[in-house]
């Protein structure tokens, strides 16, 4: 159990620092469907894949201080980041460490916005469907968000890369 939390720590100290639950939501998913050890159970939800056990076990390493999760209030919403603390160091350790082509990965993952990951994580979602089924589902689920065609051939290409590169 300990070392779920520590694999939690260590995907964060590693994208140095997350800004938005939603977009940690989405980064821990993908990590999940590309090997990372990932034992949180995902439902689709508003947003697509969601944990509520991860978002328990942040809160539980918030609470340790393992992580800092800090709010910002932007108006309309509550924006939320977390980073790990120096005592998350040692923890961390049990855990095993990240190689260089995963780390790479994160920090490719870190740089897309949440809606992007939004689209990544509901298509690694339906994986198991034929890629044009994929971009169907897509707009029965997500219909709202209206991705173009364009997004979904980043986002199929941005799958495409991540596993070329042995995330």
Known sequence: MLRDHAAIVR?????HG????????????????????VNEKYEFHMYGPYSEELTARIEELCTMGFLVEEKEDKGAYTQY?????SESMDFMELSPPLGDAF??????MKEKSSRFLELVATL?????LEQQAQIDKVHIVKGKLNFTEEEFAEAFKFIEDLKKNNC
């Not at 980041?81 to 603390?85: I, L, M, R, W």
């Not at 780390?103 to 490719?108: L, N, R």
């Open 11 to 15: 995907f964060i100290e590693q994208a």
């Open 103 to 108: 780390s790479t990965c994160i920090g490719e």
């Open 124 to 128: 690694f979602y339906f994986d198991d």
């Open 18 to 37: 997350i800004t938005g639950r939603k977009k940690l939501q989405k980064m821990m998913y993908i990590a999940k469907k590309l090997g990372y050890p």
């Open 81 to 85: 980041a977390y980073s790990t603390t």
